[in-house]
């Protein structure tokens, strides 16, 4: 049996898909409670790891319940939905995860300068793209965190905050920009101390 009764009963009730898309938080922590542990174990089962597994998990919940909701028709395709898309993502997260080429250098805390010039802290780095972020807008930090940190569409950003997609990928554009410009000002700095 893939579900509890008490699941069947939640999911057989008219009202709870429109509570959701009402986004009752009520609701949404039941829905969190039912179907959370089976979400983690699928992730965990392709992602071999309970952190990385409980981060998807958590991403695909916010994204599920302020965006995915609106296109379930019936309150029992729910669970399916969400399973299927914890299959998808963690997935492509494998997939990413297998291209990606590791941005640490070959010796740990060594800055990736030719020659090894000098050493710059990772704590450091950390700092300074915080201090990065803080001279960008406040819309522009949550067009980088939506699109770089939920991976939700120009299309979907432009939607919740406002203006054209074309706008949305060009303020994530310019911002990257200015954080590589401001990285590369305090890496400059440091390296002539």
């Given at each position: ?16 898909l ?25 992730a ?15 991403d ?8 995915h ?16 898309m ?16 590791p ?18 802290d ?14 960008l807008?406040?819309?522009?930090r ?42 590369q ?9």
């Open positions: 049996m893939l579900f509890s009764r008490k699941a069947e009963e939640f999911y057989v009730d008219p009202g709870v429109r509570r959701l898309k009402d986004r009752d938080s009520k609701t949404q922590e039941q829905v969190w409670r039912l179907e959370r542990s089976r979400l983690r174990a699928i965990l089962s392709v992602l071999k790891s309970g952190e990385d597994a409980d981060a998807l998990v958590s695909l919940f916010v994204d599920f319940f302020y965006r909701v609106n296109d379930i028709r019936s309150g029992q395709a729910i669970p399916a939905y969400l399973r299927i914890a299959v998808r993502r963690a997935r492509r997260q494998m997939g990413r995860a297998r291209r990606q080429v941005i640490e250098p070959d010796f740990p805390g060594e800055d990736p300068l030719p020659g090894g010039v000098d050493r710059i990772r704590s450091i780095w950390t700092r300074w793209l915080t201090e990065c972020l803080a001279g807008g406040e819309k522009a949550r067009v980088l965190r939506m699109h770089y940190g939920h991976e939700m569409s120009y299309a979907f950003i432009a939607g919740e905050l406002g203006g054209s997609k074309q706008a949305v990928g060009k303020m994530a554009k310019k911002s990257l920009q200015a954080l590589r410009r401001c990285l000002k305090h890496r400059a700095a440091a390296l002539e101390e």
